[in-house]
């Protein structure tokens, strides 16, 4: 029986594996980068202490739980993370992505989550959902090449890990193992601002 908890997958191209205390430095590499960075709720990690204790917190921490979805993807030619993919295990079964600049735009990012969404799909999710601010329009075409499906926008005042701004997301879905027509509404409920955009 596969394990459940970060089962190892292998594309063409790709190792996706945990993370482990050995790619602090390349979880540095991969966190560190302002650019890569810029759409997510957390600031870039300026040192080895805060890559450790970012591999701590989102990364070991749900490898002790019973089962979960958090990669590092690495090249096969050798097995050091350049990104990371992964679906989380709340409500929302949110799915995310990333990867240090000089490999975007190589198809890496779509290679490693069809092999996540095959796993997650095989493990019986029933969905998974994928946001992206709006001023970040080439993640969601790695969501579409990937056919989820986008349903809705909204505005979040991100007060988070720690930015404070108002914040436009694109929401998107992707129905595994449940009706086709269930859309997750959350995001739209409990958001005052929320539209459907003509894309």
């Not at 701590?56 to 979805?69: F, G, H, I, S, V």
């Not at 097995?79 to 929302?92: F, K």
């Not at 095959?118 to 493990?123: L, S």
Request: proline content about 5%; glycine content about 4%; overall charge negative.
């Amino acid at each position: 029986m596969q394990e459940k908890n970060t089962p190892t997958l292998e594309t063409e191209r790709l190792l996706l594996r945990k993370f482990s205390e050995q790619d602090i430095e390349a979880l540095l590499r991969i966190f560190a980068d302002k650019e890569a960075n810029r759409f997510l709720p957390w600031y870039p990690v300026k040192d080895r202490d805060e890559a450790q204790r970012f591999f701590e917190e989102r990364y070991a921490a749900k490898y002790r739980l019973p089962q979960a979805y958090a990669y590092a993807i690495c090249l096969k030619a050798d097995n050091i993370p350049i990104g990371y993919v992964n679906v989380s295990l709340d409500e929302a079964h949110d799915f995310g992505y990333g990867l240090r600049q000089e490999f975007w735009h190589q198809g890496i990012a779509t290679e490693a989550g069809a092999a996540v969404i095959a796993q997650v799909r095989a493990d019986g999710l029933p969905y998974l959902t994928a946001t992206h601010d709006r001023n970040n329009p080439r993640s969601g075409d790695v969501m579409r090449k990937l056919g989820i499906t986008y349903c809705y926008s909204y505005e979040e005042q991100w007060q988070r890990q720690p930015k404070d701004f108002p914040v436009i997301f694109r929401m998107y879905q992707l129905n595994l193992n449940c009706a086709a027509d269930f859309v997750y509404r959350k995001y739209w409920e409990i958001s005052a601002h929320h539209f459907v955009e003509s894309l």
